[in-house]
Structures are given as structure tokens and as C-alpha cells.
């Protein structure tokens, strides 16, 4: 079992009551029942959920956990960098309120060391939610260790033999580190080791234009850092439409990030100063003290014993059916270790479709889930649903409803009216296939929509709903008005007008 040393740093206050809740080191690992109808190997999201679910239903379930329970989320992910992202959004109000708002004049350095205690507090404070202690009085049998499968129904963890009916595989993923020359020897960053900074690096490199190098690299130009962001493909964000990116690119650049678009990392050198970054196609490499890698993850699918039971797995992790099953039909596999969508909400919902499935003979599918995301840049980007391109794909008729955020009177007022919202709809109905927004707190005003594209609502239902006013999710309203204007045909106008005459 590991030290506390080796599970995360600082060692502060803060951490210390992180491990005590998550790993406690004087944990004793209860003994194994004969079997377990569910075994959850991996202790994120995904784990955390299927023995929580399994146990209040009133299964005998075994939870095995390697390092820290709560995974990435908890401890690298979700709940750190949202710390961050608060935190910058406030030093930046601060630094900019006499210019945009009238407001005091700020000047000087904020205390980065103050933005990484908070953020360590809180998720400690947070931790309670995931800790061994809980799941224990939950009734899950907590094992803290290894584990490994030696049979096609049985894992072995600290020497002992657990044997279960059914298991679900959870373990999550890793940062992905590309094979880039010299990047070993001169040290680089990634999500699992980047909030144990407690110095704010003067030049920060960051690797990758997708959520996590945009949201970290706006962030941290925010604290001070004077930031770069790498990466190969022209354009930030290429999940999302291009006018989205392009909108969080100019604010990332209006925050102070230089782009590197384009370009290929091809050698790191370490310097007595920091690091130099060479790219292919240009000449003058870029400086920096740190270097973050956001360049995409890594299943946890090696040295799990996969092979001694029977469960196929590649590149891409775990290989599992619609429903969930691996090439054992005893065995489950969720969240990022087996799934293409690497979100915290995903994990959750995977989760309790395979405790349907595994536990009582359930036929629900992960094809039927409709998954929403969001990049917490500011201002964010969320979407749900289908783009324009796939929904043609896949045979619909549709039209695209596009609303600026510069017509939303409460994004006018709060200054934040750079955006939009793109709606996908069927051609006929006004069934809503899908949604982009680009808004400062767009993952917050998505429900609607999530709402909408899981229960095939239409447009006409939502221009129904009163909105408060002002609020930015007047925009939904808005676009379902101008849906209900485009009904008003030549002769559905000439009609109305005939009935005005008849009835004067």
C-alpha cells in the first residue's frame, strides 16, 4: 500500500485530511466475503458509483482501489480546476473592473500560494463525499490495494482471493505523454502533477488545444503566467464549431496567451533558465520554466490481468458491447477505461446503466444516452446533441437557428455578450437535435436543451415557457421565437389577415 508520501503533495494540512478521508494509511482491509455479486475494480467516478448504487440495493459489493478514492475527478480533474477557474475569473474581474465597470483600481501581484491552499482545501473538504469510511458504512467492503483479476471471476488484492458474480472495470485513464525528444529529461507537467504547483511559473508552455489546455492556459495568463499554447491543428477546440473556437481563441488572446497553431513539438531542452520547446516549421523555439501536456488520455487497461479473464482490450481500452459487457460476460467495464466520451458525468451515467445491466438482467444501452459537455473557458463553450453535419448524416431534414448572445439583454448588461447559441432542429416539427452555446455560464443554461434533445421536445413547447427576465437563457426563448416566426408563411400571413377582416 503506498505512503502518504506518494499519493499527493504538498503534504500540508489540507492533504492530510485528503488521504485520511480517501486512503487513510491505518486502513485494514476487511476480510473477503465467499462472493460478491458485484466487484468494482478502479475507486472514480464510474467505481465509486456502480458500489454505492449496488450496495443501497442490497448487494454484497467489493470496491478495490489502487491510490485514491474520488480518481481523477476528485483529486487532478473536476474539483481542482474548477478551483483554479473561479479563482482566475476573480483576480481578473479585479484587474479589469476600473476599466470595464468603474471600479477600484487594482494593481500588484496576487498570492498564487492563497489560489493553491483554497484549492487544496476545498477538495479536501470535498472528499468526504468519496472516503473509505463512508462506502464502508454504506456497506461496500473497501479494499485498498492492487488488484488484479487471476480468474474470469476472481481478482486477488493484498494476497487475498475476492470471488464475484459479476465485476465492473473502472479504472479510468492517464495523462497521455507523446514521445517527444528530451521531454523526460527536462520535466514537464500534467493534469496529476499540476496542482501540486505552490509557485506561480513566470513563462508557462501548455501542449494541447483542446478543454483542458484552453481552460489551464486562460487561467493561469490570468494569475500572471505569461503562457503559450502548442499545438498541431490550426484551431483550438477542434470538437466544437469553428466560430466557437474561434471566439475562445480571441479571448484567451485578449487574456494574454500566445498561440503556437500548427505546429508540432519536436525536441525539449533543458536549460539552467527553464525549458526550450522547439517546433517543427519554425525557427525560434519558445522559453518557459513549465511545460503542461493536455494532449488526450490514456485508458488504465495494462497490468489489470485483463487476459486471465478472458476480457479483450487494445489501444483504446476495455472493448465492451451497447450494453456494457466485455468479452466475459461476468465483467463491466465504464468510464474513461472504456469509453470514447471522457467526462465525470459520463462515468455516472455508465455506471448505472451497467448496474442495471449486470445485476438485474437490465437491456439498457449507452447508445440511448444523450451527452452534453462543456470547455469552462470563459466564455464557455457547451453542447449537447447533434451538430448540423451529423444530423444530416443520420437522415434528419433540419434547419439551424442561430441567435447571438449581443441580442440577450442580461449579457449586454453583465458585459459578457460575446457568443451565441446555434439550435439543430427538425425541418417539420421543430424537434430539437441538438445545441451549441458560447456564453459565460453556458454549461449552467444548457438544461433546458439537454432536457429537450433527450425528451424530443420541440421548439414550439419551449417558446410556451416564460423566462425570468433579464437572464442569458432568454436566448432559448429567442430562438424559439424566431422558429415560431418562420411558421408564418405568405399564406399562413394572408389567412390571418382574412380571419382579422371577417372578424372586425
Keep these: 500500500m503506498p505512503d ?97 465597470f468603474g471600479g477600484p483600481r487594482v494593481t500588484g501581484p496576487g498570492d498564487f500560494g492563497a489560489v493553491m491552499e483554497r484549492m487544496r482545501r476545498l477538495r479536501a473538504e470535498i472528499s468526504h463525499h468519496d472516503s473509505a469510511a463512508r462506502f464502508r458504512d454504506l456497506g461496500v467492503d473497501v479494499f485498498l490495494g492492487r488488484g488484479r483479476f487471476v480468474a474470469s471471476d476472481a481478482i486477488e488484492v493484498g494476497g487475498e482471493r475476492l470471488r464475484f458474480s459479476r465485476a465492473v472495470v473502472a479504472t479510468g485513464a492517464r495523462p497521455l505523454v507523446p514521445p517527444i525528444e528530451g521531454l523526460e529529461e527536462a520535466g514537464y507537467l500534467t493534469n496529476e502533477t499540476l496542482f501540486e504547483l505552490t509557485e506561480l511559473p513566470r513563462r508557462l508552455g501548455v501542449v494541447g488545444g483542446g478543454p483542458i489546455g484552453c481552460e489551464m492556459g486562460q487561467s493561469f495568463a490570468r494569475f500572471g503566467s505569461r503562457v503559450t499554447l502548442i499545438d498541431q491543428e490550426p484551431r483550438l477546440l477542434p470538437r466544437e464549431e469553428a466560430e466557437a473556437a474561434a471566439i475562445v481563441q480571441r479571448a484567451l488572446e485578449r487574456d494574454g496567451v500566445a498561440m503556437a497553431l500548427g505546429a508540432a513539438v519536436r525536441r525539449v531542452e533543458s536549460m539552467a533558465s527553464g525549458k526550450r520547446v522547439h517546433l517543427e516549421g519554425r525557427t525560434e523555439p519558445i522559453e518557459v520554466d513549465e511545460l503542461l501536456l493536455a494532449v488526450g488520455r490514456s485508458p488504465n487497461s495494462r497490468g489489470l490481468g485483463l487476459s486471465a479473464a478472458g476480457v479483450e482490450h487494445g489501444r483504446g481500452g476495455i472493448e465492451v458491447d451497447d450494453r456494457l459487457r466485455t468479452s466475459n460476460r461476468r465483467v463491466f467495464a465504464v468510464g ?10 459520463m462515468a455516472d451515467a455508465l455506471a448505472r446503466i451497467a448496474l442495471r445491466n449486470a445485476l438485474f438482467l437490465g437491456r439498457a444501452r449507452a447508445s440511448d444516452l444523450v451527452v452534453p459537455w462543456c470547455t ?129
Excluded at 443501497?56 to 473536476?78: P, T
Excluded at 474513461?336 to 458525468?345: E, G, I, L, N, W
Excluded at 453535419?389 to 437557428?401: N, Q
Excluded at 445545441?435 to 425528451?455: H, K, P, Y
Design 4 to 100: 502518504a508520501e506518494g499519493l499527493v503533495a504538498p503534504l500540508d494540512t489540507h492533504n492530510r485530511e485528503l488521504i485520511a478521508n480517501v486512503h487513510p494509511v491505518e486502513w485494514v482491509n476487511p476480510e473477503p466475503a465467499d462472493r460478491y455479486h458485484l466487484l468494482v475494480l478502479g475507486g472514480g467516478t464510474g467505481g465509486l458509483v456502480s458500489a454505492a448504487g449496488a450496495a443501497l440495493l442490497g448487494a454484497r459489493v467489493a470496491l478495490v482501489e489502487e491510490r485514491l478514492l474520488g480518481g481523477d475527478c476528485l483529486v487532478s480533474g473536476c474539483v481542482p480546476s474548477k478551483a483554479l477557474i473561479r479563482a482566475a475569473e476573480a483576480w481578473h474581474e479585479a484587474a479589469t473592473a476600473a476599466e470595464r
Design 336 to 345: 474513461d477505461v472504456a469509453s470514447r466520451y471522457q467526462f465525470t458525468h
Design 376 to 504: 469552462y473557458t470563459r466564455p464557455e463553450v457547451a453542447h449537447v446533441g447533434l451538430s448540423e453535419a451529423e444530423a444530416r448524416e443520420a437522415g434528419h431534414a433540419v434547419r439551424t437557428l442561430r441567435v447571438p448572445l449581443a441580442t440577450v439583454d442580461r449579457a449586454v448588461l453583465a458585459g459578457e455578450a460575446e457568443g451565441f447559441l446555434s439550435l439543430v432542429v427538425g425541418q417539420r416539427g421543430g424537434r430539437v437535435l441538438g445545441a451549441t452555446l458560447v456564453a459565460d455560464q453556458a454549461g449552467e443554461m444548457l438544461g433546458e436543451l439537454c432536457l429537450a434533445v433527450t425528451r424530443r421536445v420541440g421548439l414550439d413547447r419551449i417558446a410556451d415557457v416564460i423566462h425570468p427576465y433579464p437572464t442569458r437563457v432568454e436566448v432559448v426563448r429567442k430562438a424559439a421565437d424566431e422558429w415560431r416566426r418562420g411558421k408564418l408563411t405568405p399564406l399562413v400571413s394572408r389567412l390571418l389577415r382574412l380571419w382579422l377582416r371577417l372578424t372586425a
